[in-house]
């Protein structure tokens, strides 16, 4: 079964220094692994998402994550956070093998929050 | 490009009563997902369709339901509202060749 954890509630840091958000998954094949941001009374804003290729992704708003398929994780990154950053942060997986489909696996989210 | 339109965006329904929500996907996505938030539950996926049809399907009961118009509207219906349906309810439309889902910005139901 394809599941995803992120092992943090919540993330602090102070503006101007890098985050992390951690993610690691499970499925039975190839992931395709997103990661979506949510603020209060709104909807998930795609930010970016590993298919194939690089390892490295890099996506909306200066965020990256970098995919690594020993340690299963997908975990999301900035270099210098910023107070504007503070939302809900959700990883999200979907096996290869199910297709091009709506259906991910979410995992519980993170609430990052930046301090000034 | 317009996005994912969702309507109502707040509303407010007694236990027992029926729902419908109704959702309009980026101009050119076939595909239509449907999610539950909770604070408890987090994100479930209740179903997708595609072409008018159903693809996909979640946890639900089959008070949960859906269809997919031929213009890729979709609406979900939840009927006899309890407690617990409660929630945020997110659609979502994607593209065939890049996969990733778009949101709306939700429809929240409370149930009294």
């Known amino acids: 079964a394809q599941s995803v954890a992120q092992p943090e509630d919540q993330v602090n840091v102070a503006e101007g220094n890098p985050l992390t958000v951690k993610c690691t998954y499970s499925?039975?094949?190839?992931?395709?692994l997103f990661w979506y941001v949510q603020y209060p009374n709104r909807g998930l804003q795609f930010l970016l998402k590993?298919?194939?290729?690089?390892?490295l992704v890099k996506g909306s708003y200066g965020f990256e994550a970098e995919f690594n398929k020993s340690q299963t994780s997908f975990h999301l990154k900035k270099p210098s956070a910023l107070v504007s950053d503070s939302a809900l942060y959700f990883c999200?997986?979907?096996?290869?093998?199910?297709?091009?489909?709506?259906?991910?696996?979410f995992g519980q989210g993170t609430t990052l929050q930046v301090k000034p | 490009k317009a996005g994912v339109t969702q309507t109502p965006r707040y509303l407010i329904k007694t236990r027992g009563q029926q729902v419908t929500l109704s959702c309009s996907p980026i101009?050119?996505?076939?595909?239509v997902s449907w999610y539950q938030q909770t604070p408890g539950q987090g994100l479930q996926f209740l179903f997708e369709?595609?072409?008018?049809?159903?693809?996909n399907k979640g946890n639900f009961p089959g008070r949960f339901s859906g269809r997919q118009f031929s213009n890729s509207r979709s609406e979900m219906n939840v009927s006899t509202l309890e407690l617990g349906d409660s929630a945020l309810y997110l659609c979502?439309?994607?593209?065939?060749?890049?996969?990733?889902?778009?949101f709306g910005e939700g429809s929240r139901l409370t149930v009294l």
């Open positions: 101009s050119g996505h076939r595909s």
């Open positions: 499925v039975s094949g190839n992931p395709y």
């Open positions: 979502a439309s994607s593209a065939i060749k890049t996969g990733e889902l778009f």
């Open positions: 999200a997986v979907r096996d290869e093998g199910s297709g091009n489909t709506g259906k991910l696996i």
């Open positions: 369709y595609f072409s008018e049809t159903q693809r």
């Open positions: 590993y298919i194939t290729g690089d390892n």
